[in-house]
């Protein structure tokens, strides 16, 4: 007998992958969308469609199957863009209590969030699930409200609900064409003549979280978070890596933080006043010379969680963006 699931984001880059493995694997997958969403993706899958929002307490009602088995809760509002705070802050706060209550209103079995790293704040030693989360007081508002939304689900575990938390740092692989994979046009055009000096992050495997998602649904424990980590890399090399794929000079350096920042200022003023787009933002830079470190021993011990090398999924990413045509 197949077991059912409700996604959320499964327009997006996460939730693709996770829509595309679950129907493989036999699963009875309902996908919600947004009116607004392009399915391009969505519709490769023999997924149910269901129009909703999560804002749309209502509409998440009607699209929840009665006694789902499991819920995974993957979209997210990953701006960086102070002015779009407010809207960031209804999708992944109001937007996730909204979820919570219609979960437990309609008997799912299970709830999987897919939260980040970033909810524990940057630390100078290494993050395990014991170390306090200081998102709470974080410069970016992402950090802050998918704190925000983590405390939601940990109150409705106290009310009953079989939630888990998942806790990834960056994601690479296919199907992503707005995120970390924007990089890959950035890089080609040149568009990123400095990043700082400082700054280390953990890097997965879209794949590898996918099956870390699944596996939480199945023997996660209720209440618990699950940091997955993988290759620890800062962005210059990175970036270094999607260069050499594309085949394509590397002329991003590295530069002090400080006046990092002083240029990403700047930049974001003009940018501001001539009303045009800017790789640089000072929200952006607190994500960048930042450094995330962490242990993931309990992912790896009790969902069987392993991480993939950078290089491939570095290799990985272009080459769903070469067969998609995009690069």
Known sequence: MSRSAFVTGGTGFVGANLVER???DGWDVTALHRA????????RFPARRVCGDLIDHASLLSAIPHGVDVIFHVASDLSFQTE?????????????GHLVDAAMSRGAARFVYLSTLATYGVHDAVVTEATRQTAADSALNYARTKWQAEEIVRDAAKRGLHTTILN??????PYDRSTWGLFFFLVRDGLIPYVPDIGIMTWS?????????????RVGRAGENYILGGTEADLHDVLACMAERLQVPFTTRRLRADLLRNYTD????????????????PEVMEVFAASYRCDDTRARE???????????MIADSHAWLVGEGLL
């Open 22 to 24: 679950l129907t493989r």
């Open 205 to 217: 495997h879209v794949a590898d979280v996918v099956d870390a998602l699944i596996a939480a649904a």
């Open 84 to 96: 779009k705070n407010a809207t960031q802050t209804e999708i992944n706060v109001d937007g996730t």
């Open 168 to 173: 990834p740092g960056g994601i690479l692989g």
């Open 266 to 281: 700047v930049r974001a003023a003009i940018a501001a006043h001539f009303e045009e787009p800017t790789v640089y933002s």
């Open 302 to 312: 009790e969902l069987s969680y392993t991480s993939r090398p950078l290089e491939q």
């Open 36 to 43: 607004t969403s392009a399915l391009d993706v969505l519709e």
